[in-house]
């Protein structure tokens, strides 16, 4: 099975913030990766897929890329809406796998 | 409005049986293949299964294969995961999840979740 992983594992950023997660695969992934949001309490939600398409209505200041092994996701301008644990995912080879989430705190 | 609702969650002993139910809106059910996610309490999410739009290529996670079987009824835009063998490793919230691939036998990822249901196995 390809492992995911994800850093940090928590972090805590102010309003208007720059946030990056990093999010890397145990092998060649090519750009078979989705982003999604988690909102406490809710159901997970996707924002991005094939690593750096954004979703469609999902806000712009969202984005990733990357390809290979090493992703990264970004919110360029952390709002309070944003408070949520957030996941990779791969999707080269089934079973599917996830990262183990970095949960986005607000300062 | 596309959606797809769970159902069929609740307390079970271990070594029971339970059936969830997707029922799916909005969306063309029969040429959509379905996938289930599990998060255990306080966990982070556990791909369980897929299955094609025509139920003929089903994939299971090691950890409940030979123990957890998908089916579905194209007619009913419903779709079933029969959980055999429970176990207190399988308490969890289920949510059903469309996959979002448009082309058959290829599977991406899921773009529309349900609210999920919960899964108690307890003695």
């Known amino acids: 099975d390809i492992q995911m992983t994800q850093s940090p594992s928590s972090l805590s950023s102010s309003i208007g913030d720059r946030v990056t997660i990093t999010c890397q695969a145990s092998?060649?992934?090519?750009?078979?990766l989705n982003w999604y949001q988690q909102i406490p309490g809710k159901a997970p939600k996707l924002l991005i897929h094939d690593a750096s398409t954004l979703e469609t209505g999902v806000p712009s200041r969202f984005s990733g890329s990357g390809s290979g092994t090493d992703f990264t996701f970004t919110i360029s301008s952390l709002q309070p809406e944003d408070l949520a644990t957030y996941y990779c995912?791969?999707?080269?080879?089934?079973?599917?796998?996830f990262g183990p989430g970095t949960k986005v705190e607000i300062k | 409005q596309v959606q797809v609702v769970e159902s069929g969650g609740g307390v079970v002993q271990p070594g029971r049986s339970l059936r969830l139910s997707c029922a799916a809106s909005g969306f063309t059910f029969s040429t959509s293949a379905i996938n289930w996610v599990r998060q255990a309490p306080g966990k982070g999410l556990e791909w369980v299964a897929v299955?094609?739009?025509?139920?003929?290529?089903?994939y299971y996670a090691d950890s409940v294969k030979g123990r957890f079987t998908m089916s579905r009824d194209n007619s009913k835009n419903t779709l079933y995961l029969q959980m055999n063998s429970l176990s207190a490793e399988d308490t969890a919230v289920y949510f059903c999840?469309?996959?979002?691939?448009?082309?058959?036998?290829?599977?991406?990822?899921?773009?529309?979740w349900g609210q999920g249901t919960t899964v108690t196995v307890s003695s």
């Open positions: 995912q791969q999707f080269d080879k089934l079973p599917f796998t």
């Open positions: 999840a469309k996959d979002r691939s448009l082309k058959r036998g290829y599977f991406y990822g899921m773009d529309v």
């Open positions: 299955m094609s739009h025509d139920g003929i290529n089903n």
């Open positions: 092998q060649d992934i090519k750009k078979y």
